[in-house]
């Protein structure tokens, strides 16, 4: 089985670019979540779909950031602008249901200069 | 949204005694509470986890308490090893999972 696939795995932009990136979750799953990772912060939540209806949209991150689940197994996480302090890793996650256990992706790692 | 507090950020141990890492929670709705491990270069992955009808759980050297009217739940890892040295998350479920800002365990000789 494929596990979640995260696309693009490294991703350069200049800050007021729009950067768009992708992920598939594991098939199946009906809960998808994008969190961002950084050393200070943790992990942070971004966004959560339970099939495909956004159920938490990162409070803080609303601004600039959207999340979009078109289909079971697809989604993007738009950033626009970007700003240098976006630079992190971003993960997309999956679940069967809220309750079991998350599969990670390898994560997109943004630098935005 | 729900608010995670993750102690201690760092944890050095001696092989063979017990690490133990605390979490503290808000949401008093809150009912799934998991613990990631992540090693380097690697993802977080699920080690264990206590749903809010228990008190208490272990897999092999893993315990894990849930103290529901105080909004804590800890992990206890017992005789540790070199291969426990990670960073380890605490998470809340109420509306998405919400994670502690880890803990990095090291367990040196």
């Known amino acids: 089985d494929a596990g979640v696939t995260q696309t693009p795995r490294h991703e350069v932009a200049e800050k007021g670019q729009t950067i768009i990136l992708k992920c598939e979750p594991v098939?199946?799953?009906?809960?998808l979540f994008w969190y961002r990772q950084t050393k200070i912060q943790g992990l942070e939540l971004l966004s959560y779909?339970?099939?495909?209806?956004?159920?938490?949209d990162g409070g803080a991150f609303k601004d600039r950031f959207k999340a979009e689940m078109l289909n079971s197994s697809f989604s993007t996480l738009k950033i626009q602008p970007t700003e240098p302090k976006d630079s992190a890793v971003y993960l997309c996650?999956?679940?069967?249901?809220?309750?079991?256990?998350?599969?990670f992706g390898a994560g997109t790692r943004l630098s935005v200069l | 949204g729900e608010q995670v507090e993750q102690l201690p950020s760092i944890l050095r141990v001696q092989e063979g005694s017990s690490a133990s890492i605390n979490c503290s929670y808000e949401?008093?709705?809150?009912?799934?509470f998991p613990w990631y491990k992540q090693e380097p270069g690697e993802n977080p992955k699920l080690i264990i986890d206590?749903?809010?009808?228990?008190e208490r759980k272990q897999i092999q050297e893993l315990i894990v308490l849930l103290d529901k009217k105080a909004k804590r739940f800890s992990l206890h890892i017992t005789d540790t090893q070199p291969g426990d040295s990670a960073m380890y998350f605490c998470?809340?479920?109420?509306?998405?999972?919400?994670f502690g800002l880890g803990t990095r365990v090291s367990v040196f000789p």
């Open positions: 996650a999956s679940s069967h249901n809220s309750q079991n256990t998350l599969y």
């Open positions: 779909f339970r099939s495909k209806s956004l159920m938490e």
């Open positions: 998470a809340v479920y109420a509306q998405g999972l919400t």
């Open positions: 206590i749903r809010s009808n228990m």
């Open positions: 098939s199946g799953h009906n809960d």
């Open positions: 949401d008093s709705a809150s009912n799934y």
